[in-house]
């Protein structure tokens, strides 16, 4: 019997490499085996993003070129999944005819019967169909050989509906997994090797509203703390108004959760975080970081701002720049607003120029990055614990691992060295990564 090939380009955040793992687990199961050549698959799924106009745009130019592998090979089976998927249904046929199936976020774990219709030919496939209970975020994935680091979702979908933001509407209401499912997930992890878990969901601090358990997340943390063989633990992403003192403790009382959180503020004005329906103020999450820091002296806090959100006038981005300056973040993603259709925002007035957007990025990145440079120079000489991920991208002969604030250390050592954890002494700190020699214990 001939191996079938599955390549998969996954474009956009954490959750969706995982539902990519997730796709391809269930695709084992039917004969498919992945692989990085993309001429050599039999199936070719994109897994979608749909948050920024920008990956949409990325997508679409991806199934362009698809369209000529296609053409060569007129069996090839092409699927698009994800938020964009949910997003246009069929509307994606009328845009690239060569494509074969499209799957929404709630029905992964109906990609094997999708893709076995679609090679008998049965016609143009979709489904983006809501379901009450989502069987997908239960699918195992086994982790790659050698693999020391895993991905859970705990949870999937928002309730917030801040205004500029698609995801309640492309991933559906929030559904928490069951905790007993959760550790049972992770205890299978770690007869594979796996010694570090993500806890993934689009606001993780609300798990477990919308289950039976009373256990909510700072609970799922601790029980998670006792399983053997974890050795660190870390979330994302989190809602600044559902961060609770009791979650902020844990960061003191659990051992295994890594001095890292991923925090998005969004905004320094208040007013815009109130077009934006975020439901906290500025003063709130300051209080929450500075809560976080005397708790963890040591804590590595990232965020998320978006700059020229509708009727952001200078003083608010002003605001946006001042917050910055006070808090200091470890690094920050931004991005300049992109108008989502179905959203809140896109009804409202005041809209930016999109090189007056440019503007206030290219000058919020450049004073982010000083202070990230300045974060890490700081760590200059200090003793940090890694987990050995494997080799380093920019050298052959270095070995790279993540410090417990989330950095990335490169540093000489032997490859028996790779999935264990070790000390390192920083020896030099750059914008994006430090360097590390090894203390010999």
Not at 81 to 86: D, E, I, R, S
Not at 239 to 261: G, N, T, V, Y
Not at 385 to 413: P, Q
Request: net charge positive; proline share 2%; hydrophobic share 35%.
């Amino acid at each position: 019997m001939k191996n079938k090939y599955l390549y998969i380009e996954t474009f956009g955040c954490q959750m969706n490499v995982h539902d990519s793992e997730q796709m391809a687990a269930l695709l084992a199961d039917i004969g498919y085996k992945t692989t990085d050549n993309k001429k050599l698959a039999d199936l070719i799924l994109l897994n979608t993003c749909s948050i920024r106009e920008k990956a949409a745009q990325k997508v679409f130019s991806e199934l362009g070129r698809l369209t000529k592998l296609k053409e060569v090979n007129p069996a090839l089976i092409i699927g698009v999944g994800g938020c964009l998927a949910q997003h246009l249904g069929d509307r994606i046929f009328k845009r690239v005819a060569q494509v074969d199936l499209v799957f929404g976020t709630h029905n992964i774990h109906r990609l094997p019967e999708m893709v076995a219709s679609a090679q008998k030919k049965r016609g143009k496939i979709t489904n983006v169909d809501f379901h009450k209970s989502l069987k997908s975020i239960g699918v195992f994935a086994p982790p790659e050989k050698g693999a020391v680091s895993a991905f859970v979702t705990i949870m999937q979908g928002c309730n917030n509906f801040c205004a500029y933001c698609v995801v309640p509407f492309l991933r559906g209401r929030e559904m928490s997994r069951m905790p007993e499912d959760i550790i049972e997930e992770i205890k299978k992890l770690v007869d594979c090797g796996i010694q570090e878990v993500t806890l993934l969901g689009q606001n993780v601090n609300s798990y477990g509203k919308n289950t039976n358990s009373e256990m909510n997340f700072a609970g799922l943390i601790k029980r998670i703390g006792k399983i053997s063989g974890i050795k660190r633990i870390r979330f994302t992403t989190s809602h600044p108004r559902d961060l609770s003192e009791e979650l902020i403790d844990c960061f003191a009382q659990e051992e295994k959760l890594c001095e890292h959180i991923h925090l998005p503020v969004q905004s320094g004005s208040n007013r815009i975080l109130t077009l934006m329906n975020r439901g906290y103020t500025v003063e709130e999450y300051r209080a929450k970081v500075d809560h976080l820091r005397r708790v963890c002296q040591r804590i590595s806090i990232t965020s998320d701002i978006i700059v020229g959100f509708p009727q952001e006038t200078q003083n608010d981005y002003q605001e946006t720049i001042d917050m910055m300056e006070k808090i200091r973040f470890d690094s920050l993603f931004s991005f300049k607003y992109s108008e989502r259709k179905g959203t809140a925002a896109q009804k409202f007035t005041g809209k930016i120029e999109e090189c007056e957007k440019l503007r206030r990025l290219k000058q919020l990145q450049a004073l982010q990055d000083k202070y990230t440079l300045e974060k890490n120079t700081a760590l200059e000489g200090s003793r940090q614990e890694l987990l050995v991920e494997g080799k380093s991208k920019n050298l052959e002969s270095d070995l790279t691992g993540r410090a417990r604030s989330w950095k990335i250390v490169n540093f000489k050592g032997k490859q028996n060295l790779i999935g264990e954890l070790v000390n390192v002494k920083i020896s030099k700190a750059y914008l994006h990564s430090l360097r590390g020699e090894i203390i010999e214990n």
